[in-house]
């Protein structure tokens, strides 16, 4: 693994992918007229291919050229683009037309400017598309528990490459989404039991408007 890559080595899905797909996939199948599927960080590919198994027309966007290699080998079915959220979203509609939904799973926890990504997002959906975002849960309880049990350099993992760098709430993810050009639409937590789940995922709507970008991070 070099600096400017995730680690991805091979076409294995991730821990996080046998739980969360399916929720991903119920999520989508609950809306109406999604067809077209942007996967926003789609590593090796292999929650693309549960989404084109499941009967939607996925395409893949990755901004780690080794996840891309392998996920274009291992699903030729399913286009990948080599791009991040920090490029101009037109870089992406020169090649495919808008998408119907956005799905993002556990990325935004490992992104400097995390507010990139549902501008990205909405940028690429057309009116009224959805965005399904998870991240890793944290809530009282959880963080209790983690504190109890000294979990908490184990939880932050801070000598991984490319690790987490963002923890979100509910709360904090809903502000996030809800100042950069989303309606909220649902809540769930997936994996062990809740208010200790490993992962949230939070659905929203695009808005008409987005709201001008902050000045103090505004690009040059």
């Not at 067809?35 to 901004?63: H, K, P, W, Y």
């Amino acid at each position: 693994m070099t600096e400017d890559t995730y680690g991805w080595r091979d076409g294995a899905p991730p821990h996080t992918c046998g739980y969360l797909a399916p929720a991903i996939i119920r999520v989508l199948r609950r809306l109406d007229g999604v067809d077209r599927v942007l996967d926003l960080g789609a590593g090796n590919g292999s929650l693309c291919a549960e989404v084109g198994r499941a009967g939607f027309r996925a395409v893949g966007m990755e901004s780690d050229a080794q996840g891309v290699a392998i996920a274009r080998a291992q699903h030729p079915g399913i286009r990948f683009h080599c791009l991040g959220v920090d490029e101009d979203p037109l870089a992406l509609l020169a090649q495919e037309s808008r998408f119907d939904a956005v799905i993002s799973t556990e990325v935004i926890e490992h992104l400097f400017a995390p507010h990139r990504l549902p501008r990205f997002a909405a940028a690429v959906l057309k009116p009224g598309g959805a965005l399904i975002i998870s991240t890793p849960y944290h809530g009282y309880l959880k963080n209790l528990a983690l504190s109890i049990f000294d979990k908490w350099d184990d939880h932050h993992t801070p000598l991984w490459h490319g690790g987490h760098i963002k923890f979100w709430s509910r709360a904090t993810l809903g502000q996030l989404l809800e100042e950069n050009g989303f309606e909220l639409t649902g809540f769930e937590g997936v994996g062990r039991v809740p208010h200790l789940c490993k992962s949230m995922i939070m659905g929203a709507r695009k808005r008409d408007v987005v709201a001008p970008e902050p000045a103090e991070i505004r690009s040059p």
